[in-house]
C-alpha cells in the first residue's frame, strides 16, 4: 500500500503547478483523500480533501479560490492544480488517504496512509 506524490518544484508567484499523487492498491478509490502541507519550521496544515465519489470537497481558507482538487478513481489518482501561486505557498506537500469518516475535519490524525513529500517552491 502507497501512496507517490509527484509535481513539486519551483515557479514564479502567480504561477501554477499540478500535483499528482499515485496509490497502490484498489482500496484506495474507496477512501477519502487529502493534501496537507509543511513548511519549514511549521508543523503541518491541512490544505485540501476530497470524498472517494470526489462530490464533496473541502478547502483551507488559505488556499481556497486558487487550488482545485481532483480524482480520477480509475487511476488511483488524486490531483492537486495550484493557480496564482504565493511565497507563503512554499512547503513539502503531502498527499494522504483516509479510511474513516472524519476526514472532513482536516485533522491530520485522521489520516491513515501518507506519500512522501514533494517539494513545492514559490519564489518572489
Known amino acids: 500500500v502507497q501512496l507517490q506524490a509527484s509535481g513539486g518544484g519551483l515557479v514564479q508567484a502567480g504561477g501554477s503547478l499540478r500535483l499528482s499523487c499515485a496509490a497502490s492498491?484498489?482500496?484506495?478509490?474507496?477512501?477519502?483523500r487529502g493534501w496537507f502541507r509543511q513548511a519549514s519550521g511549521k508543523s503541518r496544515e491541512f490544505v485540501a480533501a476530497?470524498?472517494?465519489?470526489?462530490?464533496?470537497?473541502y478547502y483551507a481558507d488559505s488556499v481556497k479560490g486558487r487550488f482545485t482538487i481532483s480524482r480520477d478513481n480509475a487511476k488511483n489518482t488524486v490531483y492537486l492544480q495550484m493557480n496564482s501561486l504565493k511565497v507563503e505557498d512554499t512547503a513539502v506537500y503531502y498527499c494522504?488517504?483516509?479510511?474513516?469518516?472524519?476526514?472532513?475535519?482536516?485533522?491530520?490524525?485522521?489520516?491513515?496512509?501518507w506519500g512522501q513529500g514533494t517539494q513545492v517552491t514559490v519564489s518572489s
Open positions: 492498491g484498489r482500496a484506495f478509490s474507496s477512501y477519502a
Open positions: 476530497i470524498s472517494w465519489s470526489g462530490g464533496s470537497t
Open positions: 494522504a488517504a483516509a479510511t474513516g469518516r472524519a476526514w472532513t475535519t482536516g485533522w491530520a490524525s485522521e489520516y491513515d496512509y
